[in-house]
């Protein structure tokens, strides 16, 4: 192996900048929604607590939507840097729903985030309301407009081939923005996001009780977060039933990789393997923990339905769809198949986890609990956030990974869409570069939701006290910076 393959730098890169700015994007798609609904809870109730903690963690949002800014833009220098050969190939589609991202959604966003920052003692209650349910529309907006451009990836629609060949041009925007994939996608992704907002909620929650700080407001966060675990798991798990339809209909090799399932199989044979040792290969028989019919039923929603193994579907990619592509892969169109297969198991094993532990949580803190939460389940309460995390990031990586040997399916492959005269160190330069930055910036980060998380919301005031007078609240500046 050549380690200064310039091909397999440029995918470690544009994989680990990713990844990493990945880690904000969810968090911010989730975060929105909770400062919106506890804004409106204290916008309707009066209640001081629900301010208190809309100002709490609106302060994460901001940091942890500052921080996805800046990890963002490198992502678009990378296709110019070291995908030229992709950029000219898809440029003409992928471009337009990337335009509408940046020039609309991502602008449209952070116009009203800046008016809800500044906006606290100088709009009126009801329009400041307004402001980051819009911030939080627009933020959807723009996940959305990043999932056509991908879907675009996994599905090409609304395109057409130049006249030279060398080239998708754009035929139909709607086509594009209605793919299929994406429209399975943004609620799956919307839900994840979700899923771990509640999980950060859960783990700074729990950090306050079990200190006994912050009592009034942390048991309500804290329920918060619980039911939003219990509820966006539920539907992760129907959005997800819905987005393996489409993907077994758009790319079934992804699928037969998830499974490893080399030869065609129906019915009772078309099992689903919830645990293996090892990983199959197709050369042996390995134990494995499977339950019949149920790779049937996520495929096709129906026990007798069918599903195209690995082998077969070789061999129609290579004679019949696409020939023209099979020297370059050896004939081989599959994935690498340990990635897609346990990725596959631990995205969905890791969600689980977090859910059960949120069953618990509720369990231990309902109303009629005669014994107090132990210590030891407060401070595994705490580390609840990484499983929805990991569950994310590796349900993206098979997203990513199950698509190989393709960078465009069926349109292009990922070894012809690198930049042809860049060579192996200058990639490097970049890498090293990028991973020194994004180390400091990681740094930063994390101590400033730490210790944001640590100081927690501002305290109630004295119930002895004398009330403030009226319009006090609007004249006295609340804002969150």
């Known amino acids: 192996m050549d380690l200064l393959d310039p091909l397999l730098l440029a995918r470690w890169q544009f994989g680990l900048t990713t990844l990493y700015h990945f880690l904000f994007v969810p968090l911010t798609l989730g975060m929105a929604l909770t400062v919106a609904i506890f804004q409106t809870a204290w916008y309707r109730t009066g209640n001081q607590k629900w301010l208190h903690l809309t100002r709490f963690f609106g302060k994460l949002f901001l940091i942890n939507f500052a921080m996805g800014v800046v990890t963002g833009i490198v992502q678009e220098f990378q296709f110019g840097m070291n995908w030229s050969s992709y950029s000219r190939f898809v440029g003409d589609v992928f471009g337009a729903p990337l335009a509408f991202e940046g020039l609309m959604a991502f602008f449209f966003e952070a116009t009203f985030i800046g ?28 996940a959305y407009f990043i999932l056509a451009a991908n879907a675009f990836m996994q599905n090409p629609v609304g395109y057409r081939m130049a006249q030279d060949g060398g080239r998708a041009e754009m035929d139909d925007f709607l086509a594009v923005l209605t793919n299929p994939v994406a429209l399975a996608a943004l609620p799956h992704t919307l839900f994840a996001a979700f899923m771990l907002t509640s999980g950060v909620i859960i783990s700074v929650s729990s950090w306050h009780l079990l200190r006994g700080q912050h009592l009034e407001m942390m048991r309500p ?179 990513e990974m199950g698509r190989q ?42 101590g400033l939701i730490v210790r944001t998380s640590k100081r927690g919301p501002d305290p109630l005031p004295d119930p002895d006290a004398p009330p403030p007078p009226e319009g006090a609240l609007e004249d006295t500046p609340t804002t969150v910076y």
């Not at 939080?136 to 723009?142: E, I, K, V």
């Not at 200058?426 to 990681?442: E, K």
Request: one cysteine or more.
């Open 221 to 399: 966060a804290l329920k918060y977060g619980l039911w939003g675990m219990i509820v966006t798991f539920a539907g992760v798990a129907i959005s997800g039933d819905q987005l393996s339809l489409v993907m077994v209909a758009t790319q079934p090799m992804k699928m037969a990789a998830a499974e490893a399932l080399f030869n065609s199989a129906c019915g009772a044979d078309a099992s689903f393997s919830l645990f293996s040792i090892g990983t199959p290969d197709g050369t042996g028989e390995i134990w494995s923990l499977r339950v019949p019919y149920l790779l049937a039923l996520l495929s096709t929603h129906s026990f007798d339905g069918c599903v195209e193994g690995i082998n077969d579907l070789n061999m129609q990619y290579t004679t019949e769809l696409f020939p023209q592509f099979a020297d370059q892969v050896d004939g081989n169109f599959a994935p690498i198949l340990w990635v897609t297969y346990w990725s596959f198991r631990w995205m969905i094993g890791l969600g689980a986890i977090a859910a059960l532990t949120a069953v618990v949580g509720l369990w231990l803190t309902r109303r009629s609990a005669k014994r107090p939460v132990p210590a030891w389940a407060w401070k595994l309460a705490i580390w609840a956030w990484p499983a929805s995390l990991f569950a994310i990031l590796i349900g993206w990586i098979f997203t």
């Open 115 to 142: 008016l809800w920052i500044f906006g606290w003692d100088k709009l009126p209650k009801g329009v400041h309301l307004a402001t980051i349910w819009i911030a939080t529309a627009g933020a959807w907006f723009s």
């Open 405 to 446: 040997p393709w960078i465009v399916f069926s349109l292009m492959l990922t070894q012809d869409g690198v930049s042809p005269n860049v060579p192996g160190w200058n990639v490097v330069l970049s890498l090293v570069a990028f991973t020194l930055i994004y180390a400091i910036l990681a740094v930063v980060e994390i």
